[in-house]
Structures are given as structure tokens and as C-alpha cells.
């Protein structure tokens, strides 16, 4: 346990000297990054999605050629099917840049902020939060799982 009691454990304790300024706005960029790992999630989604209904389009030419609509199947085959969905890109590069790019600066900057303000120590914002509201001695409110 922490020395302050400020916390539900060492792990998760603020070393010394760091002020609540620090420790909110470190829990602040945590949260943006939570935010953007959900974003990566639908993002995965969409690349999903995308490729499904670019599949399905497949059965949707056959069965537009089998009923005789041979021009609405030669539209979908040929201008449809396969088609980017931003300029020179399918989904998967969209995912690759995204992962590569932003994703990865995100990342490596807010354990750069970690390591730099907190000695590497995760969630000290919503630990803190945690030993504040628990009640403790309480079965259900235990600090940790041990």
C-alpha cells in the first residue's frame, strides 16, 4: 500500500514529488488514449464490414445476371465491386496507415509521458479515485485481489 494511503497500491501509487496537476493530466491523456485504442476497435469494424459487403457483391452480380439484368451486373461488377473507398485505398491500408501512423504517435507519446512524469506508473488518476471511494473493509470494495 502506498505510504500516502493515496492509493490502492504501490503499482498504481504516485512517486514522490509528482503534483495533482501531473496526475490529472496524465489520467486525461490516458482516457484520449482509451478513446483512440475504441476508435482503432470501429475503424477494424468498417475494414470489416466493407470487405463483407464487398464479397456479398459477388452473389448480387450472379443473381442480377441470372434474373436477365445483365447492365445493372456489369454496374456493379464494374464499378462497384472492388472499388476503393478513398482515393488509391481499400480498407486494409486505410487500417495499415492509421496503425503505423497516428495510432502509434499516440501511443509511444503517452507512455513518453509515463515514463517521463510518473516513473512508467499506469492509472495513478483512477487508482487514487478508487481508495477515495471504496468503502473500505467492505466485501466488494477490496483495494486489490489479493
Known sequence: ??????????????PTGVDDTTVEALGELSKALETIHRVRGHLYSAHQLV?????????VVTLLREAGHDAVADRVE???????VLPGRWTFQIM??????????FQEIERYARDTLADGRRHIYEAEMKQRRRTHGMAGHEATPQ
Open 78 to 84: 464494374h464499378e462497384l465491386l472492388g472499388r476503393n
Open 51 to 59: 470487405g463483407g459487403a464487398d464479397l456479398t457483391l459477388d452473389r
Open 96 to 105: 495499415e496507415e492509421f496503425d503505423d501512423g497516428y495510432y502509434a504517435a
Open 1 to 14: 500500500m502506498a505510504a500516502d494511503n493515496r492509493s490502492v497500491d504501490d503499482e498504481h501509487s504516485r
